[in-house]
């Protein structure tokens, strides 16, 4: 997943923080969008289309990539 993207576009609100969650667990993730005035199937496409743009998580196996995104000097032991 291209996390240096997707904090660069939160940040500088290409992408909606009241309105898209990236949602983690254990194993993985999805994307999940909530537009105002779009329906279900919209916003299930909106999420189908970040999935494609900046891939999707891989849950706590991702924690190194995230940091490093971040600018954080970090490595898996």
């Known amino acids: 997943m ?3 993207r997707v904090i660069e576009d ?3 609100g290409k992408l909606d923080n009241n309105s898209v969650t990236l949602v983690m667990d254990n194993d993985g ?3 999940c969008c909530a537009y105002k005035g779009k329906t ?3 916003n ?3 999420a189908d ?3 494609e743009k900046y ?3 891989e849950g706590y196996k991702d924690i190194v990539d995230v940091l490093v995104a971040a600018g954080i000097v ?3 032991c």
């Open 2 to 4: 291209d996390y240096k």
């Open 10 to 12: 939160f940040n500088s």
């Open 29 to 31: 993730g999805y994307w």
């Open 40 to 42: 279900e199937e919209e």
């Open 44 to 46: 299930e496409a909106i």
């Open 49 to 51: 289309l970040y999935k």
């Open 55 to 57: 891939g999707s998580p």
């Open 74 to 76: 970090a490595e898996w």
